[in-house]
């Protein structure tokens, strides 16, 4: 009996404008323009023959998705899974997504130095568990506020001392009179498999690592 089609999670905004270039190096071509459908499941076809379907879904949703086998494989930013440690397996770095998690805060307290231990500060960020390790490894008391966008607001408006976020171009930083006081992380954009994927559909998913490498390779 032939394998189902694989199941692919992508994650919507940017990444996406990244990741159709890649797949279609890759011969991976989804069936409409998942840039503008508002379908959030969208077939797709192989080069060379067979199938796939994508699913449309934000990326810190990727994965849940992929670790509950609801899809086979995905591509996540590295912010996504060193936040959640799903259980799957990393077998590719795509080299797309390219950014940087950071501590960032309004340029005057940046520049007084870094919170000393023992000192309360707020921050905020959708990256908790990161953004605690951080602070609890440098033994500054910080109380994690949870946003689930547009962190670089909460200095401004007095909700918080400093962010931890992904900076690209460092463009919102400016714009907003924050700067960078460290780099946590070096992102990238990984593919993910689904362990149980892995191991049923291994005649499938192999050749679909490898046609994505080789597209990675060729951008290099
Ligand atoms: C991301 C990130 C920063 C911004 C950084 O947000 O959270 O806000 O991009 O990019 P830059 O350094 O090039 O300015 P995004 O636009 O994805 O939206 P979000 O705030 O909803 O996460």
């Known amino acids: 009996m032939p394998d189902q089609p694989l199941t692919i999670a992508l994650s919507k905004g ?4 990244q990741t159709l270039p890649l797949l279609a190096r890759a011969g991976i071509t989804p069936a409409e323009d998942v840039l503008s459908t508002r379908k959030l499941l969208v077939d797709g076809t192989l080069e060379g023959g067979g199938s796939v379907r994508f699913l449309i879904i934000r990326a810190t949703d ?7 086998g609801a899809a086979d494989i995905g591509i996540a930013g590295r912010d996504s899974l060193l936040e959640s440690k ?5 077998p590719l770095d795509l080299n797309i997504g390219r950014c940087r998690l950071c501590v960032c805060g ?21 990256y908790d568990r990161l953004a605690a390790d951080y602070f609890l490894a440098q033994g500054v008391q910080a109380e994690i506020i949870h946003l689930y966008g547009s962190m ?17 171009t460092g463009g919102t930083l400016r714009a907003n009179g924050l700067i960078e006081e460290i780099t946590l992380f ?14 049923t559909q291994k005649a499938s998913i192999l050749p679909l690592i490898e046609r994505l490498r080789q597209a990675v390779a060729g951008q290099a």
Do not use: W
Not at 109 to 126: C, D, F, H
Not at 153 to 168: F, H, Q, S, T, Y
């Open 62 to 68: 990727v994965c849940t998705y992929v670790e509950q």
């Open 106 to 126: 309004p340029k005057a307290l940046v520049e007084a130095g870094t919170p000393a231990r023992g000192s309360r500060i707020r921050v905020a960020t959708k």
């Open 14 to 17: 940017r990444i996406l404008e």
């Open 186 to 199: 070096d992102i990238s954009s990984r593919l993910i498999v689904n362990p149980a994927s892995f191991a």
């Open 86 to 90: 799903p259980h799957v397996y990393e």
């Open 152 to 168: 670089e607001l909460a200095p401004l408006v007095g909700m918080a001392e400093r962010i931890v976020d992904l900076v690209e």
